[in-house]
């Protein structure tokens, strides 16, 4: 489902991802290599058009790697080795977004987000499709959640 949709479906993880997305303005990408190894890559993110977007040069090899299998995950950056920030993964399936509206809603995206925006077409815009989603974090405020279309929200016993 589209990031506005999962929004509406799941404020819960929604708004942990964007609160960690936007504090550290960068994402791991795991991606399938062509042998079916996985890839894990630094990305940016942004939100635009009711979309979670990811960006990428063109022609990169995590970008290769999504036109040939879409499955994806988005991890925030874990920040401190004690997990006291929490954790959020986000599972989808890539959108190659070429309507030049959607792609214009990216740009303007990144633009507020950093003052600049690649030049057509010289990237890849994907959007993820969001499939599941995980919130995972230790300590005082220890929390465990998990979210697919088919069980909905689910509050797991938090880690020890």
Not at 103 to 128: D, G, K, L, Q, T
């Amino acid at each position: 489902m589209r990031w506005d949709a999962f929004e509406d479906a799941c404020p819960e993880i929604a708004g942990l991802a964007r609160e960690r997305f936007a504090l550290n303005q960068l994402v791991m990408l795991g991606t399938i290599r062509r042998d079916g190894s996985p890839r894990v890559s630094p990305c940016e993110c942004d939100f635009g058009a009711g979309r979670l977007f990811v960006s990428m040069l063109w022609r990169s090899m995590k970008a290769l790697d999504l036109f040939r299998d879409p499955r994806v995950v988005v991890h925030s950056v874990t920040s401190n080795k004690d997990g006291t920030d929490g954790d959020v993964k986000i599972y989808g399936r890539a959108i190659d977004e070429r309507a030049p509206e959607v792609r214009a809603a990216f740009r303007e995206a990144i633009r507020v987000r950093m003052n600049w925006a690649p030049e057509e077409p010289s990237y890849h815009c994907f959007s993820v499709d969001v499939t599941g989603a995980g919130f995972l974090r230790f300590g005082d405020r220890a929390q465990a959640l998990a979210w697919d279309e088919a069980r909905g929200l689910r509050r797991l016993p938090p880690p020890g």
